[in-house]
């Protein structure tokens, strides 16, 4: 079974800066895509920043110039560095990916993160 493992929450003050790191394990895998969501209470997880295999980025409006997602395929591992975060930023992030497992079948699936609190403070 696919495992992704965060890491890096917590609090930190508006301006300065954060980094999550995710790493994937489990049996036999391969993603499509890796990157980052946040959720905060009461509304829907949105993207915050996702990469794919060949390197393309995206980013949502609200984090680019400060957030930057990067990820190592050899080590399946995907990080947000979070620069000049605002109190706006604070959520549950999780890591997420978007690919075939050997659980899961020839479809392709969403893994989620068991998701890390991220709170800026100003």
């Known amino acids: 079974q696919v495992q992704l493992v965060e890491s890096g929450g917590g609090l930190v003050q508006a301006g300065g800066s954060l980094r999550l790191s995710c790493a994937a394990s489990?049996?036999?895998?391969?993603?499509?895509?890796m990157g980052w969501f946040r959720q905060t209470e009461g509304n829907q997880r949105e993207l915050v920043a996702t990469v794919d295999l060949g390197g393309r980025i995206v980013y949502a409006d609200s984090v680019k110039g400060r957030f930057a997602v990067s990820r190592d395929n050899a080590k399946n591992t995907v990080s947000l560095q979070m620069n000049n975060p605002k109190p706006e930023d604070t959520a549950v992030y999780y890591c997420?990916?978007?690919?075939?497992?050997?659980?899961?079948?020839?479809?392709?699936?969403?893994?989620w993160g068991q998701g890390t609190q991220v709170t800026v403070s100003s």
């Open positions: 997420h990916a978007h690919g075939f497992a050997a659980s899961t079948g020839p479809r392709a699936t969403d893994f």
């Open positions: 489990g049996r036999t895998f391969s993603f499509n895509a």
